[in-house]
């Protein structure tokens, strides 16, 4: 069955610290992949995404994520965390036969502390 | 075309009643993501529903439901309110990889 897993609900990292969340995803063919954030009050924002090609991904805002096919994962890392990035992180797949679809994982809640 | 809508706009209820909401997605979108988003806070996933079976849940009770019907609309359910379920609650369709939101149905609990 298709699904993406995002096992940390919670994250709490200091500012400045580097910052790793996790998505594992499960699909039978080579999928697109996504990472969004949505802070308060705001729509979701698209960081990143991989269709084909180099498997590090560079973002907005400083992001990047790695694709790791053997591992089905594509976890999105930050190397310091800014004040601003406490929000709510959404990895997604997009399905790549018959209609595009989204399979979003639960999300992520990034807390930063001064 | 019409976006992705959601009724009601205002939805006042008393703390132990049900709340229905419901959304209306994009024609021809197969998918309905429901979200909360409460005060203060940021958009925290609550259901998705493809193809009239629900794929995935978030970390909510049980007593939030829902169900998709053979058009695609959608319906929440919260049963048994409670005064933290007041919350903005956005309803979203996807095309494509872009996801379209509803203007969202502001739940109170009195």
């Known amino acids: 069955a298709q699904s993406v897993t995002q096992p940390d609900i919670h994250i709490t990292v200091s500012e400045g610290a580097s910052l790793e969340l996790r998505c594992n995803y499960s699909?039978?063919?080579?999928?697109?992949l996504f990472w969004y954030v949505q802070s308060p009050g705001q729509g979701l924002q698209l960081l990143l995404k991989?269709?084909?090609?180099?498997?590090l991904v560079q973002g907005i805002k400083g992001f990047e994520a790695e694709f790791k096919r053997s591992q089905s994962s594509f976890n999105l890392r930050k190397p310091s965390v800014h004040w601003s990035d406490a929000a709510e992180y959404f990895c997604?797949?997009?399905?790549?036969?018959?209609?595009?679809?989204?399979?979003f994982g639960t999300g992520t809640r990034l807390k930063v502390l001064a | 075309e019409a976006g992705v809508t959601q009724s009601p706009t205002h939805l006042i209820k008393t703390r132990g009643q049900q709340a229905t909401l419901r959304c209306s997605p994009i024609?021809?979108?197969?998918?309905v993501y429901w979200y909360q988003q409460a005060l203060g806070l940021g958009l925290q996933f609550l259901l998705w529903?493809?193809?009239?079976?629900?794929?995935n849940r978030g970390n909510f009770p049980p007593r939030f439901s829902g169900r998709q019907f053979p058009n695609y609309s959608s319906e929440l359910n919260v049963n048994a309110l409670e005064l933290e379920d007041s919350a903005l609650y956005l309803c979203?369709?996807?095309?494509?990889?872009?996801?379209?939101f509803g203007q969202g149905t502001r739940l109170t609990v009195v």
């Open positions: 529903y493809d193809e009239g079976e629900e794929r």
């Open positions: 024609s021809g979108h197969t998918s």
């Open positions: 991989y269709f084909s090609g180099d498997t």
């Open positions: 997604a797949v997009g399905t790549t036969s018959g209609t595009y679809k989204y399979i």
């Open positions: 699909y039978g063919a080579t999928p697109y």
């Open positions: 979203a369709s996807s095309l494509g990889f872009r996801v379209f």
